[in-house]
C-alpha cells in the first residue's frame, strides 16, 4: 500500500505520530512515499517576513515572531545561522563552583548592559566535549550560571574546570554580542534581531525559525510494536531541540550522552576534586540520556527510510531504538529490522543518525523485546553536521545486535565519523578492572553476562574531513566489547585533529573487544590503527591484518592489547598498489548512486616493475604496467600509457595500451628497457608510466614510478642484507637499496630489517668509521642511513654490540645502541641541529664498550650527539660499516653513501 505525498511545504504544528494502528498487513508494507518527481518537504519551522531596521547604527534587523517557542537554531538560506556570540578568553575569568567571576573589565562593562542575563548561555568547547551552561545572574562580576547543569558540566571527564585541552568559551544570546550573520531571539517580546552579513539581503532572504523539536514520531509498544513502514523520498527539515534552554543545560559525557538533574552522588566539593572523575562521578553511569532525534523511530519491526532528506535540523537527524527520555513519544529501544538507505544529512545542529541507547535496558533489557537488532545503514550521505554540538559523531550506534554500516560516506564532520559502543567496557560480563578500581561498582554491581552488542559490520565507508575541531576520535571509533564484529574496506584520508595529535585512523578505545580489521586504507590522517588499553581494562581479542596506511602514519599497536595481533600494515608512497586503489573506489556510495568520477578514488588500478630491477651495463628488462578497470559499469576510454626514461637508456615499446577498458577488464602495457655501454653513476634511475583514461566524462592521470639499480658490484668491502637487498660500488661511491620495516626494538616494535656494506671484523678495540650520507630516498620519516658497529651484521636480531649512528629525516643525526644486549636497539639521543637536508657526514667512534657519535657539514667542524654511551656485549672485534633501512616495508628506498674510511 502506498500514501503517496504530492510536492510542497507541509508546515507541522505537531509532530507526525506513527503507533501500531499504522502498521502494515503481514507481509505488506505500507510506504509513505514522494509522487513522482515531487520532493515533499515537511517543516517544523515557519517563515519570518517582516524584517524592519532597529538599530540603524549597527545594521540590526527586526521582525515580529510571536512568543511560547524560545528557538535554538535559526535557519538563513538554507543555513544554519550562528547566535549572537562573543569569544571569552580563558584568562578573562576565574572559574568558580557558582560560575566564573569576570577579571576583564571590558567583558564586565559589556555584560552591565545585558538586560537579561538569563537568556544567554555559557559555552565551553573542551577536547571531546561541547558544554551549554545557561547563565542564571549576574551581580557585580560574579556570573553565576545555572544548576543543576554548571554542576553536570564540571563534573565527570573532560570538564570545563579541567579539560583534557586548552578550553575555548564563548558567551551566546545577547544582543550585545550581535556581529554579521548572527540573530538573537527576544523570546519574552517576540521579537527577533539579525544582523545580515556583508552584501546580504535579509528582506530577500528565507528565514526560517523552527517551532517544533521533532516532525516525525514512529513507536509502538512492545505488545504492539510498529510494522511494516517506509519512508521514502521526502524531506525533513525546521527544529530547533530545547533541553539546553533549560536549567539542565547540555552536559555531555561524549557523543551527545548528557547528563540532566541534580546527581545525588555528587560530592559536595565536587567542583575542586571531580573535574577529573571521581568516586561519586561513577554513580552517574545509568543517569546519562542522548540528545534526540527529529525523526524518532523506537518499538518498530520493518521500518525503512529510504532516499529521505535531512536537513535544518536542531538535534540529531534521526534517531533509532533511543532510550524512552530521548523520544518524544516516551517509549524507547525494540528497534528491530530497520533499514536506512539512500538518505542525505547535512547543516543540522547534532549528528546524522544515532541508533540505540545507553540505559540499563539498552545494553541488558528487562524484556528481550526491548533489544535493538538487524539495523542495516548503508549508501547515505552524512556531511556538515553537528554544527551546534561538536561532540556528536556523523554516524554512531551504542547497543546493537546485529548492525551493518556500509557503503556510507562521512565528511566534513567536527568530531568521528563512526562511532560505535558505549559503557567503555564497564557493562561487559565481569566488568572492568580500570571502572571497578575508579568505584563504578560501588553504585551497581558488574554485569556477568554479555550485553546487546554484537555481530557489528562497519564496511567499505568513505570518510574524510573528520576531525576538524574536536580531539580524541577517528574516523571510525569504537567501545566496549562486540563479539563476531568486522571493520573491513573503509577508506579514511585527510582527517586530523588540528590542535593535537590524538586522533586516528580507527580508534579502538577502552573494553574494545573480539574485532577483526582488514583491508582499510589511510592516507593523510594521523596514526593508523590505535587502542587504548590501560592497565585493568578489559581492551584486547583484537586483531587487524592486511591494511594500508600512508608511509608517515602507517603502524598499529593493535599487538599491545592482550590476546592481539598486529599483522602486514602495508605502508603507501605514491604509487598506490593495485588492491589499496580498489579498496578506495568501492568505499562510499555504490554505483549508479555516486553521482560522478571522484579523483580521490579513481577506478583505474595500475601497477609497474621491472622483470629485473637492477641491470648491467647494456642490458635489458622488460617493464610492464598491469592495468585494471574497477568499474563494473563503465568502460575507460581514451586510454594512454606512455614512459619516459632517463637520457642513455633506450626504450621500446612491445605491447601497447588498449585504447578502451572495458568494465571490470584488464591490460597489460609493456616496454624493453636497455641499460647504456657504461655507467658514469651508481644512481638509481627511475622511469615514468603515464596513464591518461576518461572515466564518468572526466580526464585522469596515473603515474607509477619503476626504479632501475646500476648493477656494479661491491669489491673493497662484504655486503648483507636480511631481507631482499641490491647493492652496488663504483669509483668510492656506495649504494644499497631495499624495502625494511625498521632497525628498532624499542616497545612495541621488534624490528631489525637492513642492508649493509661492510668492513668484516674491521673495528678493534679502538676505532673510527667516518661516511658521507650523500642521498636517500624517503619512504618514511623515520627512514634511516648512516653508520653501524656490530660484533656481527648477519647475526640479526640477536648479535650484541649493535650501535648505529645514522641520519633519520624527523629526527635529523641520531645515535642508537642496544643498552641491554639483547640483540635491538632500544636506546637513542639526536641532536635537532643537524641539517634536515643535503648531504651529512657522520662519524662513530669506538674506544672500547664506549661509542661516541659526531656529525658534520663540511667533514671537518664535528658536533658531538649527546654523551658517550656504554654498549654491553660488546667483543674485541666487530664488523663495521654503512647501514640502510627504508623503515616502510612494503616501499623501496636506495641510500647512497662515499668517503667510508676505517681507521
Known amino acids: 500500500m502506498a500514501v503517496v505525498v504530492g510536492a510542497g511545504r507541509y508546515q507541522l504544528t505537531t509532530p507526525l505520530v506513527f503507533d501500531s494502528r499504522d502498521s502494515g498487513a503481514a507481509g505488506r508494507t505500507v510506504s509513505w512515499q514522494a509522487a513522482p518527481g515531487a520532493r515533499p518537504v515537511f517543516t517544523g519551522a515557519r517563515q519570518v517576513t517582516g524584517w524592519t531596521p532597529s538599530d540603524l547604527h549597527n545594521g540590526v534587523f527586526a521582525a515580529k515572531v510571536g512568543t511560547g517557542f524560545a528557538s535554538r537554531q535559526l535557519y538563513v538560506n538554507g543555513k544554519l545561522a550562528p547566535r549572537a556570540q562573543v569569544s ?7 572559574l568558580n563552583a ?29 577536547s571531546f566535549t561541547d558544554r551549554y551552561t545557561p547563565v542564571a545572574s549576574i551581580s557585580g562580576n560574579q556570573v553565576t550560571l545555572a544548576q543543576p547543569a554548571w554542576d553536570n558540566n564540571t563534573f565527570g571527564w573532560d570538564t570545563v574546570q579541567s579539560p583534557f585541552r586548552p578550553a575555548r568559551f564563548s ?35 528565507d528565514v526560517q525559525l523552527p517551532r517544533l523539536e521533532s516532525l516525525l514520531q514512529v513507536a509502538g509498544t512492545l505488545d504492539k510494536p510498529v510494522r511494516n513502514l517506509e519512508f521514502t523520498g521526502l524531506t525533513f527539515t525546521g527544529t530547533s531541540w530545547l533541553l539546553p534552554n533549560s536549567d539542565n543545560g547540555y552536559a555531555p559525557s561524549q557523543s551527545g550522552g548528557v547528563l540532566s538533574g541534580v546527581q545525588p552522588t555528587r560530592p559536595a566539593d565536587a567542583f575542586s576534586t571531580c573535574g577529573s572523575g571521581c568516586r561519586g562521578y561513577e554513580g552517574t553511569r545509568q543517569n546519562v540520556r542522548l540528545i534526540s532525534g527529529a525523526v524518532q523511530v523506537s518499538v518498530a519491526t520493518n521500518v525503512s527510510l529510504r532516499d529521505n532528506t535531512f536537513t535544518n535540523l536542531g538535534s540529531d537527524a534521526l534517531g533509532i531504538g533511543n532510550d524512552a527520555a530521548s523520544n518524544g513519544s516516551g517509549v524507547g529501544l525494540a528497534a528491530q529490522d530497520i533499514t536506512i538507505t539512500g538518505n542525505a544529512f547535512a547543516h543540522n545542529a547534532g549528528g546524522g543518525i544515532i541508533i540505540g541507547g545507553v540505559g540499563a535496558d539498552a545494553h541488558h533489557p528487562s524484556d528481550v523485546r526491548m533489544t535493538n537488532k538487524n539495523i542495516v545503514v548503508t549508501n547515505n550521505s552524512v556531511h556538515d553536521t553537528a554544527i551546534d554540538y561538536l561532540e556528536q559523531a556523523g ?13 556510507n560516506e562521512v565528511y566534513n564532520q567536527p568530531y568521528s565519523g563512526i562511532n560505535v559502543g558505549w559503557g567503555w567496557g564497564m557493562m561487559d560480563p565481569g566488568g572492568s578492572g580500570t571502572y571497578a578500581a575508579r568505584g563504578t561498582y560501588d553504585h551497581f554491581p558488574p554485569y556477568q553476562t554479555p550485553t546487546t552488542l554484537k555481530d557489528v559490520r562497519i564496511s567499505q565507508n568513505y570518510l574524510y574531513n573528520v576531525i576538524t575541531l574536536m580531539n580524541d576520535g577517528a574516523c571510525i571509533y569504537t567501545l566496549s566489547a562486540m563479539p563476531g564484529s568486522l571493520i573491513d574496506g573503509n577508506f579514511c584520508r585527510d582527517s586530523t585533529a588540528p590542535t593535537s595529535d590524538y586522533s586516528f585512523g580507527v580508534y ?29 581494562a578489559s581492551t584486547g581479542d583484537l586483531h587487524d591484518h592486511t591494511n594500508y596506511a600512508s608511509a608517515d602514519i602507517a603502524g598499529s599497536d593493535l599487538a599491545n592489547a592482550p590476546r592481539s595481533s598486529s599483522t602486514n600494515v602495508i605502508a603507501l608512497g605514491t604509487d598506490l598498489p593495485p588492491a589499496a586503489s580498489r579498496i578506495m573506489y568501492q568505499s562510499g556510495l555504490e ?61 621500446t615499446t612491445t605491447t601497447p595500451s588498449p585504447g578502451t577498458l572495458a568494465p571490470g577488464a584488464t591490460a597489460t602495457p ?87 656494506i661492510y668492513a668484516k671484523q674491521g673495528a678493534g678495540q679502538k676505532a673510527t668509521a667516518t661516511v658521507r650520507v650523500a642521498e636517500y630516498d624517503r619512504p618514511s620519516i623515520y627512514t634511516k642511513a648512516g653508520l653501524v658497529f656490530r660484533n656481527d651484521l648477519t647475526a640479526w636480531g640477536r648479535s650484541p654490540g649493535y650501535v648505529v649512528l645514522v641520519n633519520i629525516p624527523s629526527m635529523r643525526a641520531t645515535l642508537q645502541w642496544d643498552a641491554n644486549g639483547d640483540g635491538y636497539l632500544e636506546s637513542g639521543v639526536s641532536d635537532p641541529t643537524a641539517p634536515a637536508t643535503g648531504p651529512l657526514h657522520l662519524k662513530l667512534v669506538r674506544d672500547g664498550s664506549v661509542y661516541t657519535g659526531h656529525w658534520s657539514s663540511d667533514g671537518a667542524d664535528w658536533h658531538r650527539i649527546g654523551n658517550p654511551v656504554t654498549v654491553p656485549g660488546v667483543s674485541a672485534t666487530q664488523d663495521a660499516g654503512m647501514i640502510w633501512t627504508s623503515h616502510a616495508a612494503t616501499i623501496s628506498g636506495t641510500a647512497t653513501f662515499d668517503s667510508f674510511a676505517m681507521s
Open 98 to 126: 557558582k560560575g566564573f567571576v569576570v577579571n576583564d573589565p571590558a567583558l564586565a562593562e559589556q555584560l552591565r548592559q545585558v538586560r537579561d542575563p538569563s537568556a544567554m548561555d555559557f559555552r565551553a568547547v573542551l
Open 508 to 536: 579502538l578505545d577502552e573494553g574494545s573487544r573480539f574485532v577483526n580489521l582488514t583491508d582499510n586504507v589511510f592516507v593523510r590522517t594521523r596514526f593508523a590503527l590505535h587502542t587504548n588499553a590501560p592497565r585493568g
Open 670 to 756: 609493456k616496454w624493453t628497457v636497455t641499460a647504456p655501454s657504461a655507467f658514469s653513476s651508481l644512481k638509481p634511475q627511475d622511469f615514468t608510466i603515464a596513464v591518461t583514461y576518461v572515466s564518468q566524462g572526466k580526464r585522469f592521470t596515473a603515474t607509477r614510478t619503476v626504479r632501475i639499480v646500476p648493477l656494479s658490484p661491491v669489491t673493497s668491502l662484504s655486503a648483507y642484507g636480511n631481507v631482499p637487498t641490491r647493492f652496488g660500488e663504483l669509483n668510492g661511491t656506495y649504494t644499497i637499496t631495499n624495502a625494511s620495516s625498521d632497525i628498532w626494538g624499542g616497545p612495541p616494535q621488534h624490528d631489525d630489517q637492513y642492508g649493509t
Open 591 to 651: 554505483r549508479p548512486l555516486r553521482s560522478s568520477a571522484d579523483p580521490q578514488r579513481p577506478p583505474l588500478g595500475a601497477a609497474a616493475s621491472a622483470a629485473d630491477p637492477q641491470l648491467a651495463a647494456n642490458a635489458s628488462t622488460t617493464i610492464t604496467a598491469p592495468l585494471s578497470n574497477f568499474d563494473t559499469t563503465s568502460s575507460l576510454t581514451s586510454l594512454t600509457a606512455a614512459i619516459t626514461g632517463p637520457t642513455g637508456w633506450k626504450t
Open 171 to 205: 558567551l551566546q544570546n545577547a544582543p550585545q554580542f550581535l556581529s554579521a550573520g548572527e540573530w538573537y531571539l527576544d523570546g519574552n517580546a517576540g521579537v527577533l534581531h539579525y544582523k545580515p552579513a556583508e552584501g546580504e539581503d535579509i528582506r530577500r532572504s
Open 395 to 407: 554516524i554512531f550506534a551504542t547497543y546493537v545486535n546485529g548492525l551493518t554500516i556500509a557503503h
Open 88 to 94: 571569552v578568553a580563558s584568562s578573562a575569568i576565574t
